[in-house]
């Protein structure tokens, strides 16, 4: 506590006793790190803002799974669903194969023709394997296009952006992972050859996963069967304190896997 004459200070909040009133008086200054509601108003949409100088290289990249709302800000129903697309967006911003985007369609007519939009908001997905675009016809709820999504493009997420407790599995290493956990010690360096071999044959993030796996299993083989129960209890410590979103993406991920060795 400080004794002062006349309050003031420069941090927050700071308790701070004048001799003068005989009072005790609390002073909060909100530090530079906090957002003012202001600030908190402009956070940037996770929407991707298309063009026409833009569309081709984003909507028809072959690496992206896409899709695209074609809106005019007049239109009544495109502002109703503007909430549920900044949130959609939102759900998706760490799969960097995910993009939600939308143009304004009223304005770039010319894109609006080429693409057969006659009303508005038109909804339409342009995966990896069909650039020519599929219409959206599904419900316009959050949970409804978070569903399609999923189903799309492979993801696993649920309506908060988190990832689900399939997320990170590899289905085809399932046989081989139910083999290595029944598989006596002596017999599991065997069992993991087999997975190291199928983890080799994938690709993009199947591959990038079946790594955990191949991780987890000599991990086991290393430590013993309680190595599973007790790096699970950890990262499920480490889920519950404050990390960045692509960190707690990592840590769902390997927790699913080793628990696929638990069971």
């Known amino acids: 506590m400080e004794f002062l004459d006349t309050p003031q200070f420069n941090g927050s909040p700071k308790v701070l006793w004048s001799q003068r009133s005989m009072r005790v008086n609390v002073l909060w200054k909100p530090s530079q790190n906090l957002l003012t509601a ?93 650039k020519a675009g599929e219409d959206y016809d599904g419900g316009r709820d959050l949970d409804d296009f978070v569903k399609f999504m999923n189903e799309k493009c492979g993801t696993s997420r649920d309506s908060k952006g988190q990832l689900t407790s399939e997320a990170g599995l590899v289905a085809s290493l399932n046989p081989l992972v139910k083999e290595f956990i029944s598989a006596a010690d002596d017999k599991r360096k065997e069992v993991l050859s087999k997975i190291e071999e199928d983890v080799a044959k994938l690709s993009g993030s199947a591959a990038k996963h079946g790594k955990i796996y191949v991780t987890a299993a000599k991990k086991i083989m290393d430590k013993g069967s309680g190595y599973t129960k007790k790096e699970t209890e950890r990262l499920h410590r480490m889920l519950e304190k404050y990390i960045s979103p692509s960190k707690a993406d990592e840590f769902i991920i390997k927790k699913n896997i080793l628990l696929t060795f638990s069971s």
């Open 38 to 130: 202001k600030q908190i108003a402009a956070v940037p949409s996770s929407v991707v803002v298309l063009t026409p100088e833009t569309f081709d290289s984003i909507v028809l990249d072959e690496t992206k799974d896409v899709l695209v709302e074609f809106y005019a800000p007049w239109c009544g129903h495109c502002k109703h669903l503007a909430p549920v697309y900044d949130k959609l967006a939102s759900v998706f911003k760490q799969d960097e194969g995910v993009v939600i985007a939308n143009l304004d369609a009223d304005k770039h007519t010319d894109l609006a023709e080429k693409y057969g939009v006659s009303g508005f908001p038109t909804l339409k997905f342009f995966p990896k394997g069909n």
